[in-house]
Nanobody
Framework: QVQLVESGGDLVQPGGSLRLSCAAS????????MGWYRQAPGKQRELVAV???????NYADSVKGRFTISGDNAKKVVYLQMTNLKPEDTAVYYC?????????WGQGTQVTVSS
């Protein structure tokens, strides 16, 4: 049974920074892709950033230049460094990892940006 555990969500003031972490357990196979999604109240879940096995990264336009995704696909750990946070970044952030042909989700971690 593959499980993803996220951490790092918090309440932060606008302009602040946070680092989210996600670690997968329960599989001996490496992740082919790892990513972060977010869902704000009343909105659909959206892709924030993704990193592939080859190290290619992709970001939502709204976070380019502010967020950085990194990780180790073999160890199945992924991070999201968030800087210059804005109130519109407030959401539950979910980790996603693709291992073999399956897609796994974490339970989500709340990020609230407010003064």
């Amino acid at each position: 049974q593959v499980q993803l555990v996220e951490s790092g969500g918090d309440l932060v003031q606008p302009g602040g920074s946070l680092r989210l972490s996600c670690a997968a357990s329960g599989s001996i196979f490496r992740a082919s892709a790892m990513g972060w999604y977010r869902q704000a109240p009343g909105k659909q879940r959206e892709l924030v950033a993704v990193i592939t096995n080859g190290g290619t990264t992709n970001y939502a336009d709204s976070v380019k230049g502010r967020f950085t995704i990194s990780g180790d696909n073999a160890k199945k750990v992924v991070y999201l460094q968030m800087t210059n946070l804005k109130p519109e970044d407030t959401a539950v952030y979910y980790c996603n990892q693709r291992i073999l042909s399956n897609s796994y989700w974490g339970q989500g971690t709340q990020v609230t940006v407010s003064s």
